[in-house]
């Protein structure tokens, strides 16, 4: 079996338990199985390497390299190999001889939650949380791409929410109770807040400090730059805070998955104003240009404009793939539906169940 934390495949004597070592430095090994011959097959997780080893004189070979990270390894009848790749919820097969490679189960993102756009050498692009890393989308032709490596398990790592200006991007994880700011000039993590119990809805201040919605604490909180564990409580006794958007400097409107509800919150008194209720799990939440705002309703699966004067809503999309339950994370919100608004009015909205990115083109 493979030895992840120390590189090394090993075979156990199953009526002693002695541990003998077959071959070393074959990096941070996931998964390991017998081909007919009974040759070993190993993948790397973080490097995304294939190795074949020969179990009598270790000797590594490499077959093929891909997409990291490869979580586990399957064998054919025909000694045809298959993994699957967790960061691109995708099994891959391989062809033992060749090394060729073909998607068994395509994918392109793991579970998508918040997202943001901006622009990116002078093309719109999403900016995405995702469970294995954040990634950038380009809205024209749909490709991926991220900078950084996705089978690591440090920051900036997996992501639940995102927020950007020009000179930074902020993320909360809700899996971990963290929160960790990169700097968009060299991508490197340069702020990192730990023990916020369930950060979902992140926004910036002009002067780069975040603020999160707590779903666990039902708190609004402003995190420092200076000082990471000084915690502004900006509002409270909230329901379930999922989706934050700018109602105004002083104001923000706030998503409330438990309650049902959309609110407006003063932040200088904490005096709060009921926009919308009687909603079904709502999370995700933008402004349109005309200042209504659109809400992903994730427990009747679809996404409504909220007008913030009266309340009257406007069901713009239904039946979306939206509401996956994900262990280990806050129910029932898990991973929050995220929405953003890009150009012409195009609405873009995560699909955690479709492991994808769904664009809303208004009527013209």
Excluded at 144 to 160: I, N, W
Aim: charged share 20%; aromatic share 6%.
């Amino acid at each position: 079996g493979p030895l992840s934390g120390i590189g090394q495949l090993a075979r156990i004597d199953v009526d002693t338990g002695a541990v003998s070592p077959i071959v070393e430095d074959l990096g941070m090994l996931s998964a390991v199985n017998l081909d007919s011959n009974g040759q070993i097959y190993a993948v790397d997780w973080s490097d995304g390497n294939l190795w074949r080893v020969d179990p009598d004189s270790g000797a590594a070979e490499l077959v093929t390299k891909l997409e990291p990270s490869l979580d586990n390894l399957a064998i054919g009848p025909d000694d045809a190999i298959y993994v699957s790749q967790p960061a691109r919820s995708a099994i891959i097969s391989i062809d033992p001889a060749s090394g060729v490679q073909r998607d068994v189960v395509p994918g392109s993102m793991s579970l998508p939650g918040g997202l943001a756009v901006t622009m990116n050498q002078g093309r719109e692009t999403l900016v995405v949380a995702d469970d294995y890393a954040y990634r950038w989308v380009d809205t024209e032709n749909g490709s991926l791409s991220a900078t950084v490596k996705l089978g690591d398990f440090s920051y900036p790592g997996s992501a639940t929410d995102v927020a950007l200006n020009d000179r930074v991007l902020v993320f909360t994880d809700v899996v971990r109770s963290r929160v960790f700011m990169v700097d968009r000039g060299n991508y490197q993590t340069v702020h990192k807040w730990k023990d916020i119990e369930a950060p979902y809805g992140v926004l910036l201040t002009d002067n780069d400090e975040p603020i999160i919605a707590d779903f666990a604490s039902g708190q609004i909180i402003r995190l420092s730059t200076v000082d990471k564990k000084s915690r502004e409580i900006l509002a409270s006794e909230l329901s379930g805070p999922v989706g934050i958007a700018w109602a105004s400097p002083d104001a923000l409107y706030v998503t409330e998955a438990l309650a049902g509800r959309v609110q407006r919150i003063n932040l200088s008194d904490d005096s709060k104003r009921v926009i919308s209720d009687g909603l079904n799990q709502p999370e995700g939440l933008a402004i349109l240009a005309d200042g209504r705002l659109v809400v992903v309703e994730v427990g009747a699966q679809r996404v409504i404009a909220v007008d913030p004067e009266t309340g009257a809503i406007e069901v713009l999309a239904t039946g979306l793939p939206i509401g996956q339950f994900v262990p280990h994370t806050p129910a029932p919100v898990h991973v929050p539906s995220g929405i953003t608004l890009g150009e012409n009015g195009v609405l873009y909205v995560t699909s955690d169940r479709a492991h994808s990115i769904m664009r809303l083109v208004p009527d013209s």
